[in-house]
């Protein structure tokens, strides 16, 4: 998709796997699990791709990875479960289980979305009427390994010949 092999981008499929198969583990099969990582390879890409068309900052992926494919694998078991997993519970909807699980993951998803951007809301808007959220123009520019840390992070230079 991106025209040429990516590493980062390949560690951040990696991860989106085992953060989306996080909440569904102890309710899907092997195979189940297995296609749910590898949608999350797929969805984590379109994710980046999407944040970076709208000038979200996010440069390690973490929302890509860590919010995109958390929500994915939460409703995944809505889609995937079957009730004689050691989890238990009931049968997803890809298992005939119909659409009462796959509402309540959704209801659930949407339920711990909205009460951690309130609070996040919240806690950020107290932050920055109280402290701020800016460094100095002049400690950006710096980076923030030597205004805060006092050191350089990336001491090599990767552009001389």
Same mark, same amino acid.
């Given at each position: 998709?991106?025209?040429?092999?990516?590493?980062?981008?390949?560690?951040?499929?990696?991860?989106?796997?085992?953060?989306?198969?996080?909440?569904?583990?102890?309710?899907?099969?092997?195979?189940?699990?297995?296609?749910?990582?590898?949608?999350?390879?797929?969805?984590?890409?379109?994710?980046?791709?999407?944040?970076?068309?709208?000038?979200?900052?996010?440069?390690? @992926?973490?929302?890509?990875?860590? $919010?995109?494919?958390?929500?994915?694998? %939460?409703? /995944? =078991? *809505?889609? !995937? +479960?079957?009730?004689?997993?050691?989890?238990?519970?009931?049968?997803?909807?890809?298992? @005939?289980?119909?659409?009462?699980? $796959?509402?309540?993951?959704?209801?659930? %998803?949407? /339920? =711990? *979305?909205? !009460? +951690?951007?309130?609070?996040?809301?919240?806690?950020?808007?107290?932050?920055?009427?109280?402290?701020?959220?800016?460094?100095?123009?002049?400690?950006?520019?710096?980076?923030?390994?030597?205004?805060?840390?006092?050191?350089?992070?990336?001491?090599?230079?990767?552009?001389?010949?």
């Amino acid at each position: 998709m991106l025209g040429k092999p990516d590493f980062s981008m390949t560690v951040n499929g990696a991860l989106a796997g085992l953060v989306a198969i996080t909440a569904p583990c102890a309710f899907v099969s092997v195979m189940s699990s297995a296609i749910i990582g590898l949608i999350a390879g797929f969805i984590v890409v379109l994710a980046v791709i999407f944040f970076d068309k709208r000038k979200i900052d996010d440069p390690a @992926g973490a929302l890509s990875v860590h $919010l995109v494919n958390g929500m994915w694998g %939460t409703i /995944a =078991v *809505g889609l !995937f +479960a079957t009730a004689d997993s050691p989890g238990g519970g009931a049968d997803g909807l890809f298992h @005939g289980g119909g659409m009462g699980p $796959l509402t309540a993951q959704l209801v659930s %998803t949407l /339920a =711990v *979305g909205a !009460f +951690a951007f309130g609070v996040a809301f919240v806690a950020w808007s107290l932050i920055k009427a109280l402290l701020g959220l800016r460094v100095d123009p002049e400690d950006e520019m710096r980076g923030l390994d030597h205004s805060e840390m006092g050191m350089e992070a990336y001491p090599v230079d990767l552009t001389a010949d």
